[in-house]
């Protein structure tokens, strides 16, 4: 099955393998990388956003607690405690100039680099002193009226906090300002003055909202959740429900994940107010840097992606254009090989030696085509030849058959003989389709042909055969001991007139069967010097070593040496037994 998936062509192969160990691999350690860089860069923005709340926090809080003290200072200070006391009318406006430069000596101390701090006193007369010039009279009544009110005037607790509507006008354009109400009261706890600081916090808290980054938010939330300040107006300016839980309201800032509206919310909470500061960052704010660098390689792994895959299509079609050629090259042999070339131009290295080579299998192809060829007509002549002479030997065969008849009609038993084993002769010669018979049938024809050499040399040759039993069924070449017995014949006895002797001894050695033809005649030496001429070129030695060599290769081998008294040659080839069927 997966063979099938696979591409077939070295072209798409090459692709595949390019794709899936190349930019595979790359990609998803790419995007590894960016889950891990996006991982660092929220916990980054997570501790940036609890620090800067943090800060905002105590930045607001030093800003309470400055007012705080500055109205502690006031309640504790000689001069206005005595000045606030005193209803006399004598000294009323040295009273006020001392009161005023006073409370205007703390506005400017206190809150030199904070927003301005806005002052006013009113004592239990219902007299006003303020650091600031109002636009329209204060009615001193009305701010006692809102003190008791507060409950700051009979209770325990000196102060309170408040977010009014904007009193000062002109001074400041917000709608708003916090304001702390504070009793100073008698050591009996008998309320002689009210003092009002307010600030105008909405100032401040766009001072703060300059540290923020583009798109991240900064809400103030009371503690009914009412959103009273939000750092852009132009978008909705509620948070999810639920961010500001009470488990939240400590002095550390806590940090809320909403995948749901993908942003990060960072809160802290102001104890003295009940207020809680929240500031959102959103996913894409956070992950800005990572979306960009994202983006950025996006862009370069696909170009390169694009160069890469050109280049390895070039590359490819480079290595496989002279391989798509040799396919078809190779095709083309089946039809017309005599044609067949490959072009080496433009080719180096070894696409040309793959060329070279291929013309070179291809001539070699060509002249062994040619050859074998030239062996198939040869053959086809040899066996013409062979059918051509199976004809004469049939018609001796028949002739042979008429003597036979004839001998035996005049009772020429010489004759006879001489027919029977001249017969066992031609009969071997016409089975041409056996190159292997048994030994016995082979040892019959070496007999038929002495005997037949007997008739016409009265008898002067005399052969023994030693072989074992077991050995008749061992299988030689056809024609192979007839030969050397008959150049035993005509070489060393034919022009002596003693009697010869000729041995054949059958052994094995190992697998080899082992054949010795030894005779006592002239010699090797004597014979050649002797040797007559003949009009037909006998079967030879020669013959019978290429036979051996074409059926058993380098197993087998046939050598002639002198030995004392006479000439001996040996033939070794490999044991072959075919033994008949038991039943046959």
């Known amino acids: 099955m997966l063979k099938q998936l696979l591409p077939a062509t070295l072209k798409y192969k090459l692709f595949t393998a390019f794709i899936l160990l190349i930019i595979a691999p790359l990609l998803l350690i790419s995007l590894y990388g960016f889950g891990k860089i996006e991982e660092m860069l929220e916990e980054d923005s997570i501790e940036s956003s609890k620090r800067q709340i943090a800060d905002m926090q105590m930045s607001f809080i030093d800003l309470l607690g400055m007012i705080s003290k500055s109205q502690i200072s006031m309640s504790q200070n000689p001069l206005l405690v005595s000045h606030l006391k005193d209803s006399s009318v004598d000294g009323a406006f040295k009273r006020r100039q001392e009161i005023e430069e006073t409370i205007n000596s703390y506005s400017n101390s206190f809150f030199l680099s904070t927003p301005p701090v806005y002052i006013t006193l009113v004592n239990h007369f219902g007299d006003v002193y303020h650091t600031y010039t109002p636009v329209l009279p204060i009615d001193g009544d009305v701010l006692l009226e809102e003190a008791r009110s507060l409950g700051i005037m009979s209770s325990r607790s000196y102060n309170a906090w408040i977010e009014e509507p904007n009193y000062l006008y002109e001074l400041t354009q917000s709608s708003k300002l916090l304001t702390m109400v504070a009793a100073f009261k008698n050591e009996d706890g008998k309320p002689y003055a009210v003092a009002r600081l307010s600030v105008d916090h909405t100032q401040w808290f766009n001072s703060l909202t300059k540290r923020l980054a583009d798109g991240e938010q900064l809400y103030i939330i009371d503690a009914e959740g009412r959103t009273i300040f939000h750092s852009d107006q132009t978008i909705a300016n509620d948070i999810p429900q639920g961010y500001v839980p009470a488990s939240l309201k400590n002095n550390q800032p806590q940090v809320n994940i909403d995948q749901s509206n993908r942003a990060i919310y960072t809160t802290a909470y102001l104890t003295s107010l009940q207020w809680t500061i929240v500031k959102r960052v959103p996913f894409h704010i956070v992950y800005s840097e990572a979306l960009s660098l994202r983006q950025s390689f ?170 074992s039993d077991e050995l008749q069924y061992a299988l030689v070449p056809k024609l192979t001991l007839q030969p050397l017995v008959e150049n035993a014949i005509v070489h060393g006895f034919s022009r002596s007139k003693e009697k010869g002797h000729i041995s054949i001894r059958v052994y094995t050695e190992q697998d080899s069967l082992v054949i010795r033809i030894r005779d006592d005649g002239i010699g090797l030496e004597k014979a050649a010097e002797r040797k007559l001429p003949r009009k037909r070129q006998g079967i030879g030695i020669v013959n019978i070593q290429e036979r051996l060599t074409i059926l058993f290769k380098q197993e087998a081998s046939l050598t002639v040496m002198p030995v004392e008294g006479g000439t001996e040659a040996c033939l070794r080839m490999p044991l072959l037994v075919a033994k008949p069927y038991e039943g046959s």
């Open 298 to 467: 996006l862009y370069v792994f696909i170009a390169v992606t694009a160069m890469f895959i050109l280049v390895t299509f070039l590359i490819s079609y480079t290595f496989t254009k002279p391989v798509r050629l040799l396919q078809k090259q190779m095709r083309n042999v089946t039809k017309d090989i005599r044609k067949t070339r490959l072009s080496q131009d433009g080719l180096r290295g070894e696409m040309l030696d793959l060329a070279v080579s291929f013309n070179h299998m291809i001539v070699d192809l060509n002249e062994m085509v040619y050859k074998l060829k030239a062996e198939e007509r040869m053959k086809e002549s040899i066996r013409f030849q062979v059918l051509h002479s199976q004809m004469n030997p049939h018609f001796l065969l028949n002739t042979l058959n008429i003597l036979k008849s004839q001998a035996v009609i005049q009772q020429d038993d010489t004759s006879f003989q001489i027919c029977v084993a001249l017969g066992k002769l031609l009969e071997t010669c016409l089975n041409v389709e056996v190159d292997l018979i048994r030994l016995e049938e082979e040892l019959d024809m070496v007999q038929a042909y002495v005997s037949i050499q007997n008739f016409r040399f009265a008898d002067r040759f005399a052969v023994v055969v030693e072989r």
